[in-house]
């Protein structure tokens, strides 16, 4: 047994928590650092095993009924905890013998017990710390990084004598935190579930800690800046990673619950946002393997990176948000080295487990999905709760829930399940007459349906197809239809009066419709139907595209049998269908008399639903980005022009969900409208180059997307010619031919073919071959 096993397994017996440290340093060797102190004596020899010769470390505070008093002296000498003591001596404060060890740089640690726990404190008097629960000392017979031995004062060992009681004079004042400051709160399930998050997590723990003296604040920058650029999380999760993985490992830790070491911290997350590190975006995503050892970034790489990102944007560095057009070109970078959104998992978990009812029928559907697609999902939930709660309810403004949202993925990735579990739900809940058609046979016909039903959902499949068909006008009865469902979007709070006829009769007047469509196809059907005139005209602004690449694999066994829908759901369901006779008062037995253009009365009045103060700021906000972005961005200013509208129906219809009896939108549901709307209109934003007017234009994207696609190693033109066999030969050259000149393809020769990549993934490429 060497001496620090020994040493390690007889702390014990103090009942002292203690866990390893690196050996020679006061970096922790463990994961969670202090966290994962015990007295497992079993613990303890498998730890020694794997580092035979790792340092000493007691965990202060609640673990082991130590209080630490750290006198310090710094290397320069400018620092000396001594001389705080004799100034104390001298006004009759004299520390009680105690148990004490000396430092190898002349400090001393005073170890003391008490009932009534010191605040942690850094610098509570010039060069001295005070040490408590959260926080641990390096102790005998462990090695200073700069060679020297920890050593116990002669006669003041733990085993010499017990710690005296602790000093009420060396007591930082309490003071009460403020909310601002307060210790993060655990992780959610959702975080710990994130893979993005568990990489991260990976990644800090090869980070070097942060080390007072030893250049602290850069190692926590650099930590800061791997998150918020390398995993490019929001500053949200970034602070919650950092100050639950990485910061137990510093030396000492920052104290959250006080308020200057909580806003030293949150600065660093700052700073690093205004950093732009000269690896490309998402760097670590694309990196499986991260760095194989830890961290060594210095103050000179820091000041490296100010100086580079002063020189960027001309001394004036800034914070950029998702909305902003370098965070969209920031994310359409990732895209083409990740594939489905990988920048935004955690994100994207969030948004696809909402509350209420709207949560409950999405996490149904899930459930028992053989290839689950949540975001799929949330968009066919969206619409169909959009119906459910149609001429029921309305916000302040008046607006109505009626959404138009397309689900858009591969073939086969698993897209009609959510509308096949939305029919059945129906059915079980009794609630049928709520469903139209799966295809628009003319614009006459979407009116009829309004008539007899004013709430209802239509569930189109392919909904590509009917674009196509309405675009190349062979069909006169379908050439209306677009503008019709636009009109029936701004009716939804007032009266719908169609077209004029020779004879009146045919003239349909609809009070207060409520049309939902929830349309799914594949990207390039639905991509090409479309053309710049909808990103114009005001169609697409009124259009929720949950797009995805992702196609899950099949899963199997019970998971995916055929299952009752749980009763509590339908019941929801039936009830918010039946408050619709409560309000109108048209109700026989179970037979509904729908309010159309045969109406004696005034419409249904429906409930208010209000907004709270809070949650109005934050729409204001998000209107204020999207006028930003609108402004910057003239060719997509329409799409952007609807973004608060549309948050304010999701958020209506989550209120909705969450109470039957008095909805409210709250701050936190305005959150998640926003964030939703944001995250929708920012992939769109990404894919609307692709909406062009012409057949080489098309053309031209869909090549641009076969070689994004490969990634960094790019591929073979017989790849290319594989993929694109609706292109002749000349065409397909002359289309590579072009995007070669424009500089946003990039061509080697290799042998007797080519190989090609996209710009920004041959930099990438050829910055990996120099290395």
């Not at 942690?120 to 462990?142: E, M, Q, W």
């Not at 009917?466 to 006169?476: R, T």
């Not at 602004?541 to 009752?564: A, I, M, N, W």
């Not at 057949?695 to 990634?711: F, N, Q, V, Y």
Request: hydrophobic share 35%; with cysteine; glycine share 8%.
């Amino acid at each position: 047994m060497n001496q620090f096993l020994e040493a390690a397994l007889r702390y014990t017996e103090l009942s002292w928590a203690i866990f390893p440290c690196l050996p020679g340093q006061k970096v922790p060797a463990t994961p969670h650092g202090v966290k994962d102190a015990t007295t497992d004596g079993d613990q303890i020899r498998e730890w020694w095993k794997q580092w035979p010769n790792a340092n000493i470390a007691v965990a202060c505070g609640e673990p082991s009924g130590v209080h630490v008093i750290d006198v310090d002296v710094t290397e320069a000498g400018d620092v000396n905890g001594w001389n705080s003591l004799v100034r104390l001596g001298q006004a009759g404060k004299v520390l009680p013998p105690t148990v004490k060890q000396g430092t190898p740089r002349g400090g001393a640690h005073f170890f003391f017990r008490t009932n009534n726990p010191p605040a942690n404190k850094n610098s509570f008097l010039p060069g001295i710390d005070i040490r408590s629960t959260g926080y641990y000392v390096v102790i005998a017979p462990s090695i200073h990084p700069n060679g020297g031995q920890y050593k116990w004062a002669e006669g003041h060992s733990p085993w010499d004598r017990k710690p005296a009681e602790y000093p009420d004079f060396m007591r930082p004042e309490e003071r009460p935190a403020p909310k601002q400051s307060a210790p993060p709160v655990p992780l959610s399930p959702l975080m710990v579930d994130s893979g993005i998050t568990k990489r991260a997590c990976a990644y800090l723990a090869t980070c070097d800690p942060a080390v007072q003296g030893q250049g602290g604040h850069d190692k926590l920058l650099w930590a800061a800046v791997a998150l918020v650029h390398g995993f490019l999380l929001p500053d949200g999760q970034a602070y919650d990673l950092l100050a639950h993985e990485y910061n137990p490992r510093c030396d000492p830790p920052w104290d959250l619950s006080e308020r200057g070491d909580h806003k030293d911290f949150c600065r660093k997350i700052t700073e690093a946002r205004k950093l732009t590190p000269q690896h490309s975006p998402g760097w670590l995503l694309e990196d499986s393997e991260y760095f194989s050892a830890p961290s060594m970034f210095t103050s000179e790489d820091i000041r490296k990176l100010i100086e580079y990102e002063g020189a960027k944007r001309g001394g004036q560095a800034c914070a950029l948000t998702l909305i902003e057009v370098p965070a969209l070109v920031r994310q359409e970078r990732l895209l083409a080295l990740t594939g489905d959104t990988a920048s935004m998992e955690a994100e994207l978990r969030f948004l696809t487990q909402p509350t209420g009812l709207l949560g409950d029928i999405c996490s149904w559907i899930n459930g028992c999905a053989r290839k689950p697609q949540p975001w799929l999902t949330l968009g066919c939930a969206l619409s169909f709760c959009g119906v459910l709660f149609g001429r029921k309810v309305e916000d302040e403004e008046g607006l109505r829930t009626n959404l138009y949202c397309m689900g858009i993925a591969d073939s086969s990735a698993g897209k009609n399940h959510a509308p096949k579990k939305i029919r059945e739900l129906c059915l079980e809940a009794g609630c049928v007459d709520l469903l139209g058609g799966d295809d628009f046979a003319s614009d006459t016909a979407i009116e009829s349906r309004l008539e007899k039903n004013p709430a209802t959902l239509f569930l189109c499949d392919e909904i590509g197809h009917l674009f196509s068909a309405i675009k190349d006008g062979k069909n006169p009865y379908t050439a209306k239809i677009v503008s019709l469902l636009m009109k029936f979007y701004s009716s939804a709070d007032s009266v719908y009066v169609g077209r004029e006829y020779a004879d009146v009769e045919k003239r349909r007047t609809i009070a207060q419709p409520n049309c939902c469509v929830y349309g799914y196809s594949s990207p390039e059907r639905f991509f090409d139907a479309l053309t710049p005139e909808e990103l114009q005209d005001g169609w697409l602004s009124r259009c929720l595209l949950f797009y995805t690449k992702h196609d899950p694999r099949k899963r199997r066994g019970e998971t995916v049998k055929k299952q009752s829908i749980p009763t509590e759901l339908t019941q929801c369901v039936n009830d918010w269908f039946i408050r619709k006779l409560e309000r109108e008062d048209m109700s026989v037995g179970n037979v509904v008399t729908p309010y159309s253009s045969g109406f004696q009365t005034r419409p249904p009045s429906p409930l208010v639903v209000p907004t709270s103060g809070e949650a109005e700021k934050i729409f204001v906000t998000f209107d204020d980005e999207t006028v930003r972005f609108s402004v910057e961005n003239p060719r997509l200013a329409c799409l952007w022009k609807k973004g608060e509208e549309n948050a304010k129906k999701i958020a209506l219809i989550v209120a909705a969900g969450e109470s039957f009896e008095d909805p409210v939108i709250t701050p936190a549901i305005a959150d998640y409208a926003c964030r939703l709307v944001k995250r929708l209109l920012g992939d769109f934003s990404l894919r609307a180059p692709s909406i062009t007017a012409n057949k080489t234009e098309k053309d031209k994207h869909k090549l641009l997307t076969i070689i994004e696609k490969t990634g960094v190693q790019g591929c073979l033109k017989r790849y290319v010619t594989l993929r694109s066999q609706w292109l002749f030969d000349r065409e397909r050259k002359a289309i590579l031919a072009d995007l070669e000149e424009a500089g946003e393809v990039v061509a080697e020769r290799l042998l007797q073919t080519r190989r090609y990549w996209t710009a920004d993934n041959y930099a990438i490429y050829r910055e990996r071959q120099a290395q």
